[in-house]
């Protein structure tokens, strides 16, 4: 393997180095390295690898919208080297011969460390627990669990699969809404649901979730995590619970960190997702919790749909827009750019804590000598209007058109190159 | 204007010259020969996934009286029984050669979404898309006010006539569609019902908000218009159940004997006789429901002939 080496990058506490990575490793730091291979780092950041905790690959049973191959590729053009793999498949990852599976495809796609979530139920039916000790001693060692695209609303089921995961480390990861108060509903619950003719999905519906899950996981002495939280009253029971002590952790989407339900116009489908696009009080409260700390991490809920799911009437479309290329950009723009956090916060959102979230090794290191090479360039002065164009197999980005701040430039995954120049480089002879 | 979808679409001049030339379309309604070349050798669609009486037969009648060849596609013993999109199922019949699409859709949202893609060249006529609006419903509505209130003459706006809707705002489409218009023309409008069926946000499209008949009715309206209430309401605890919506919010013999003759009684129909409104008050003097459905006639006519017959203008 060539080494490389990176010069005149800008690290996330501001310091300007040389960075010569061999063997998979990040070898040394300083001024005047020498390597195989030269990246001109000048103007652009140097950060951990960022780490995704909602994928949804759609692989195995949808791979008509993704497999885990064109979304691994999604993900290293958008500066990822590790994601988790969502277990809404079909089949559902419920057991161990599907996340066996799953890590047994991102292993051969190559571009990023695929980690498979369990489900928490089997079938995601909310009733039986899965075999969350069987997929947790598996190869693929899975310790996020999640019936992700529905709740486990059920709270003796919630309760106990706290208690479970315990014994093994494992992290419950809550779709927080509750289904009685959301059946039927498709956007945000208020004037603009009303004017439409459609049906509200109100907040109490994941407020009251949310402040019924930390009380279990205080109550079980259990690490509870909640996946897209999405409205301002969320926030608030989050970090009424954080200050109370509980160990819970929140995942915010770029999405809600930057598009409102106004986006939906004439029942624009792109923008039809769950939980919903909410409003500019719901935006400005979910910035201002990364900002303090209330929310941990961003995580993209990539959810790629085919075309034929969203070309049809709104009632009818699929939920969900695609995210892992456009995440970094929409972070920084938001929440950079305009001051609200520091580059040091920027790695730790996307990289260093959603590592400590999965339980996953390697990745969020500080990059010093001896660290594994998993390591992201992104250039802040970049502006990208963002086009169709994607390795993602579905079309369904809510940003198309959209100007962006910020583009990856280069990913190195374990040591190798997985995109130079923004461009993903195919792998095929390369693994050598 | 190419389609109409919903009545944000409509100026109020070009909401006038519809009601200008339904009246019109009402004189020739009473002639001998009740028909029109207008629309000679054009073909409109009535796209109903949904059933209905008065809007479908309604059309068809608009039509035929303007010479259109009429086609009817109801989704119960369809494709769509198979699976077939609503995609597939326009271009098909965009296929075959369609002027315009008069859609009903259990959807809202369904017609827009036929205008904005690209299955189809043809006028889009929304004719009631799942809770969102009914704007011809609203335009029949306005003409039966003008011709009630002004007389049938009249060819002037709707200023300072006060509305009051009844019933359940939230699943109506014909509520949002009336409040549009009849605002646009210069009415005030008011919205009264259980709080459960009249969401907070209502605010926005109205001008004044009861959750009390009986201390709306004090506000002196010119015209009442109630709403049908589906029994799946009583079941989804919205309303405990029908003899409690009767005695709160029903236009019952006492509440319209203290109406003292003043206001136009109203109903979109289907109506529940003797649960929003009482037998007796639905077919008295002051009610013009049989009106409404005459007047629906004229009204598509208008909307038919302004988009299909005076499109190139």
Redesign the interface.
Known sequence: MKSIVIKNATLANGSVTDVLIDQGVVQQLGGSLKGDRVIKGDGLMLLAGFVDLHTHLREPGFEASETVLTGSKAAAVGGYTAIHAMANTNPVADNAAVVEQVHRLGVDAGYVEVRPIGAVTQGLEGNQLADLGLMNKSKAGVTVFSDDGKCVSDALVMRRALEYVKSFGGVIAQHAQEPSLTKNSTMNE??KA???????WPAVAEAGIIARDVLLAEATGSRLHICHLSTAEAVDVVRWAKKRGINVTAEVTPHHLLLTEDAIG??N?VYKVNPPLRTNTDVEAVRAAVADGTIDIVATDHAPHAA?SK??????AAFGMTGLETAAAVVYTTLVKTGLIDWEKFQFIMSTKPAEIGGIAGHGRPIEAGSPANLVLFDPKHEVIVSGNTHSKSQNSPYIGMTLTGKVTHTIYNGRLTVTDGRLVELEGNNA | MKHLLSIDDVSKDEALAILNLATEMREVNTREVRKLPALNGKVVANLFFEDSTRTRISFEIAAKRLSADVVNFTAKGSSVSKGE???DTVLTLEAMGVDAFVVR??????P??IA??NWSKATIINGG?????HPTQALLDALTMRVRLKGASDSGDLAGVRVLIVGDI?HS?VA?SNALLLRKLGAIVAFAGPSTLL?R??T??VDEVYFNLDEALENSFDVVMMLRVQSERMNSSFVPNSVEYTALFGLTDERFENLGGKALIMHPGPMNRGLEIASKVADSDSSAISEQVSNGVAVRMAVLYRLLAQESK
């Open positions: 208020g004037a009303l004017k439409l003719g459609l049906t509200g004439e029942y489908t034929e070309d049809c009437e709104w009632g009818e | 999109s609503l995609k859709h259990h959807h809202s949202g369904a827009q979404k904005a893609s898309d799942g809770t969102h609006e939230l489409r949002r969401p946000t209502a926005t499209l």
